[in-house]
């Protein structure tokens, strides 16, 4: 088990920026990924961003060259930089980790609304 906790959503005009933060209660090297997943209103959850063990990124087409994100391995955290953010921005952002075996681990969420 492993619980992980996310920070630094909010209420932010468009085209500014967020950084959210996801601290794991275990060391994130024993996961196969660690990721950011987000949920609109009425909409499936769906892939962001994910980091592999290795260092392997992957984005969600529509975040690329706006988002980064990366891994503090020393912190347990996962970071999800956000620039550029756009009003189709906003949803519920979770953390996930996901191990070798079994199901992905999520974190409760943190609200992102982009508005002005």
């Known amino acids: 088990q492993v619980q992980l906790v996310e920070s630094g959503g909010g209420l932010v005009q468009p085209g500014g920026s967020l950084r959210l933060s996801c601290t794991a209660s275990?060391?994130?090297?024993?996961?196969?990924?660690m990721g950011w997943y987000r949920q609109a209103p009425g909409k499936q959850r769906g892939l962001v961003a994910t980091?592999?063990?290795?260092?392997?990124?992957n984005y969600v087409d529509s975040v690329k060259g706006r988002f980064t994100i990366s891994r503090d391995n020393s912190n347990n955290t996962v970071y999800l930089q956000m620039n550029s953010l756009r009003p189709e921005d906003t949803a519920v952002y979770y953390c996930?980790?996901?191990?070798?075996?079994?199901?992905?681990?999520w974190g409760q969420g943190t609200q992102v609304t982009v508005s002005s």
């Open positions: 980091i592999t063990s290795g260092g392997f990124i």
């Open positions: 275990s060391s994130i090297r024993n996961f196969n990924a």
């Open positions: 996930s980790a996901r191990p070798y075996l079994g199901s992905i681990f």
